[in-house]
């Protein structure tokens, strides 16, 4: 019997999922099966972004599970599995390796889909140190978006700062080679997948174990992941009304990466010119966050951090709630209260309102978008929250604001939407509106006017 020093360590590459959570179409899992050794396939819930959710139930933790639980259903019919770690990261990649080590394993590369936010560059950095340090490669590629960095640029090389000649670029670049099919599903077997027995690994941790609980309303609420052809080809035409299925409700997905973005692009090119210009959107910010990283929390335009907003608490609990007077702004909230999903054309008019109508600061906003939205982005998210505000990337003045009423009649003249949300309305337990609309358009375009003017 040979002396455990005399064992040779079991060279092993490693796919560390993140925003990427499938085995069909994933390039940095495809990347990891290019190296020849067997893979490992691994996820961490990290307490850094976890416990900052003050909802138990939060709907997007439970998504997450399940999913993790699916892939690893699938692992296992290739004998392996999915190892789950939970921590801060780099506690568990101090533990795994030593765990790998100890029992003769040697993680030759860990391979990821980069991401773009602040937070997320940090940790790579970080960990990137310490993987050096450990003898280990840490590879990167582009997997959650079609173009990344500085794929498209202007001419002088600077990134763009206003998406319709961004968009026109985007167009000009692509290439079939940019939307294939990574095959990365086909080259999973016995053979490529490091067997479950190679170590003793502890299950998937409960929700309950990380501080959550399972809720059953959660699961209702999850979208089905097939791109709808049919919707694609009326999106165009039905995009805008809230009460009828005209979007493809696939954010949560595209967010989570459940179905790729190459998968959802080819879709979109095939059926809906619409559709395609909101994916280069989601490319826009991913590239926007990157690029200027302080637009996550600061105006992407700092002058318009000088804007005095009111902030009016009771004015903000009253948004929150649904109860502002203003029918299309409050079915909107209680829609994303009570599901975690909010219809894109309404996103647009209860942020207007706030910013606008109630002269409320963006991030208020965006804050309480990110507790409840299940497909919260960051980088979309401030994107969109300070195009309504008018301080981020967009060629549109200052000036532009929603009128909610004309909202409501453009997009349900029928009340259908209105009346799935808010009963109520029609009848005198219905408030009166909190703030008027001639008087807070004056007040909004007024008070921007006198902040923005040169000094």
Known sequence: MANQSEIQPRPIAIHWMRRDLRLQDNRALLAALSEGNPVQVVFIFDRMILDRLENTRDRRVAFIHQELTKIDIQLRSFGGRLLVGYGNPMDVWREWIKAFQSNHIDVQSIHIGRDYEPYAQTRDRELADFFESSGVAFKGVKDHVIFEKSEVTKDDGNPYTVFTPYSKKWRSLLRISDYVEAPSLGGLNTSTILPSTAIDWPEIPSLESMGFSWSSASIET????????????????????????????????????????REALRCGLEHSEKWTTELIWRDFYQMIIYHFPHSANESFRRVYDTIPWVNDEQHFNAWCEGKTGYPLVDAGMRELVQTGFMHNRVRMVVASFLCKHLLTDWRWGERF??????????????????????????????????????????????????RQW????????????????????IRAIETYKSALKPS
């Open 422 to 441: 808010v009963p109520e309305y029609g009848t005198s337990d219905y408030p009166d509106p909190i703030v008027d609309h001639a008087f807070a358009r």
């Open 222 to 261: 999850f979208p089905e992941r097939t791109i709808s052809k049919e919707i694609l080809r009326n999106y165009g035409e039905h995009r805008d009304i809230p009460s009828i299925k005209g979007t493809s409700r696939l954010s949560v997905h595209l967010r989570f990466g459940t179905i790729s973005i």
């Open 369 to 418: 978008f990110a507790e409840h939205l299940m497909d919260f982005d960051l980088a979309s998210n401030a994107g969109g929250w300070q195009w309504a505000a008018g301080s981020g990337c967009d060629a549109a003045p200052y000036f532009r604001v929603f009128n909610p009423t004309a909202q409501l009649t453009k997009f349900d003249k029928d009340f259908k939407y209105v």
